[in-house]
């Protein structure tokens, strides 16, 4: 991942450049986002069915194969590079913000054995962000208690299959533990039959959830011409039933919140409990109570046993 957002700007991300092999087309459609305005782009390298066997030759596109003995195994490719030097980022400078690049990977999982594989997958960690595409309600179920690693959750936009999209009580879990669910609309510029799907599936999705929360919209872009400013990408919102002024966190805030948790598993794990100076105890034994309740935690519990020794250091050198 390029930078941490504390000292940045940030505005608007596509989430979904999918690299298909070809780099120039790539980086075609990256310097297409940055001119439009987009300061965060997700290349997203898409291995399809998590069993299936991916080759990765220099920059083409993962390949399924097979080991011999007809067995098959899964190996992610490395994610993809760009080179920030061969973009113009005068525009976004001008502005205040910076580009960040950032890595992704996509697959598809059938069942809890491909869940254990991915998620115990070696490459794994070379990937800023990934994205699972359940095959059913019941793998969605397994993300929602055994989805830390997983960023966001996906589907393939016009299919007529997607049995899990009214599961909303699933999907609101998800949302709840920092999942994103990821709506894409190159699909829907392809045909007519294919857009009255991926409306459909939208439209679904987002009845399942509290006005959008926690859904981030993207162009899954193959070629230059899928992809989108980020305000004509953002009102493709409204055709999904959302309201207006509500568009704009489908690739602004949603999106930056997905980002930030992706980050967070990079860095140190810690836990931290916010409550107002009015909810605090008055009693001094219900107050003591409370503390022998968070000393249960963990982390709370090593950061007071490291701010104890720092005062004992300080009293000793005085």
């Given at each position: ?128 962000l990934i994205a699972v595409r359940p095959s059913d309600d019941q793998i969605l179920q397994t993300l929602s208690k055994k989805g830390d690693f997983v960023d ?44 009255r799907e991926v409306l459909v599936n939208g439209r679904q999705l987002l009845m399942s959830t509290k006005d959008g929360d926690g859904v981030i919209i993207a ?40 980002l930030l948790r992706a980050e967070s598993r990079k860095t140190l794990k810690g836990g931290l409990l916010i409550q107002n100076k009015e909810d605090l105890p ?37």
């Open positions: 991942m390029s930078s941490s957002f504390v000292d940045d700007h940030f505005e608007f991300a596509e989430m979904n450049i999918r690299h298909t092999g070809n780099m120039d087309e790539t980086m075609a459609m990256v310097r297409r986002a940055v001119r439009m305005g987009y300061d965060c782009i997700a290349i997203n390298t898409d291995i399809g069915q998590m069993v299936q066997e991916c080759a990765n030759l220099g920059d083409e596109p993962p390949q399924k194969k097979k080991k011999k003995g007809g067995k098959e195994r899964n190996v992610i490719p490395d994610p993809v590079s760009i080179n920030c030097s061969e973009l113009d980022t005068s525009m976004l400078e001008a502005n205040g913000k910076r580009l960040r690049i950032f890595s992704r990977l996509t697959a598809t999982v059938s069942n809890s054995t491909e869940v254990h594989l991915l998620m115990h997958h070696p490459q794994l960690k070379k990937y800023d966001i959750i996906t589907y393939e936009q016009a299919s007529t299959s997607v049995g899990w999209l009214n599961k909303s009580k699933i999907i609101q879990l998800c949302i709840n533990d920092g999942i994103a669910f990821e709506i894409t609309y190159a699909d829907a510029l392809k045909d007519s039959s294919q857009r162009s899954g872009a193959e070629r230059m011409i899928d992809i989108r400013a980020p305000y004509d990408a953002a009102n493709i919102s409204v055709l999904f039933g959302i309201r207006p002024e509500l568009a704009r966190k489908f690739v602004a805030g949603n999106a930056k919140k997905t008055k009693n001094l034994t219900v107050r003591l109570n409370v503390i022998e309740k968070i000393m249960r935690i963990p982390e709370f519990r090593a950061q007071l046993e490291i701010v104890e020794d720092e005062v004992e250091d300080k009293s000793k050198k005085t």
